[in-house]
């Protein structure tokens, strides 16, 4: 069934936090990228998975060269020493595990735009409000955030959404929506949607501030269900490196190759 939606003809579809098995995601490029053209509505996507391009890049190029309706916008989350900001439209990897102050003047000299992921989230890696005061009130334009990702459509996410709308208000910040999928099934859940079609179109909003979160869909853990439940944790544990050597070396004696999502 076609996830037509039923938002304005007028407003491009976008969901500009994805993740794949390049990282922590359940799905591979290819498959991501036949969900999108087949199953959804959506205009442009942005793959981010965690402190890695490759993918990314990848999807990008493989998306030009079948020539597929939707546009891949490159790009990555990145782990910041403060929490996890979104990295678009760049075609070099940013260092990580810096400063969140640093690591956005690198965003902004790479040629890219940076959106604080998940702000204030105390279930995930996020910046706290401090945080993104600083960057909001740094001295030049360079060190400042390009928007707030209000509308993040995970448990996590949900986190202090309410709070991150009061503050990207108060302060006539962009506001950007993503599912955060790391399963086929939440691709699209969450979106950013924008005045126009295309990637540049996306971009051009985000400066003048005419985009704006939309929630697609509810995605519940029923609907994800207990073996991409488990699939997520497997690979977060032992390909993330997340846990002591013996759990990580028992996991795969168990189950080597990992169930399926």
């Not at 199953?39 to 391009?53: G, Y």
Request: net charge neutral; proline share 5%.
């Amino acid at each position: 069934m076609k996830d037509v939606g039923g938002t304005e003809p007028a407003f491009g579809q976008s969901d500009l936090h994805i993740h794949t098995r390049a990282s922590d995601g359940l799905m591979d490029v290819d498959e991501l990228l036949a969900h999108v053209e087949q199953n959804t509505n959506l205009d442009v996507i942005a793959v981010t998975d965690h402190n890695v391009l490759d993918a990314s890049l990848r999807a990008r190029d493989l998306a030009l060269e079948r020539h597929l309706r939707c546009e891949v916008i490159t790009g990555m989350e990145v782990t910041t020493a403060d929490g996890h900001m979104l990295a678009l439209f760049i075609e070099q990897p940013v260092a990580s595990f810096r400063p969140a102050s640093e690591t956005v003047a690198a965003v902004h000299a790479k040629g890219g735009m940076c959106i604080a992921a998940h702000p204030l989230s105390w279930l995930s890696n996020s910046l706290t409000e401090r945080v993104l005061g600083e960057l909001l009130d740094a001295p030049e334009p360079a060190g400042r955030i390009d928007g707030i990702e209000t509308l993040n459509n995970t448990l996590p996410g949900r986190v202090g959404r309410e709070r991150c709308r009061e503050i990207a208000r108060a302060r006539a910040l962009p506001e950007t929506g993503g599912s955060d999928a790391h399963f086929l099934i939440a691709v699209g859940s969450g979106r950013t949607e924008f005045p126009g079609r295309t990637a540049a179109d996306l971009r051009r909003s985000i400066v003048e501030k005419t985009c704006r979160p939309a929630l697609h869909r509810e995605v519940s853990l029923a609907d994800i269900g207990l073996r991409r439940l488990w699939a997520l944790v497997y690979y977060k544990v032992v390909t993330g490196k997340k846990a002591p050597l013996p759990l990580r070396a028992m996991l795969r004696n168990v189950w080597p190759r990992g169930p399926k999502a």
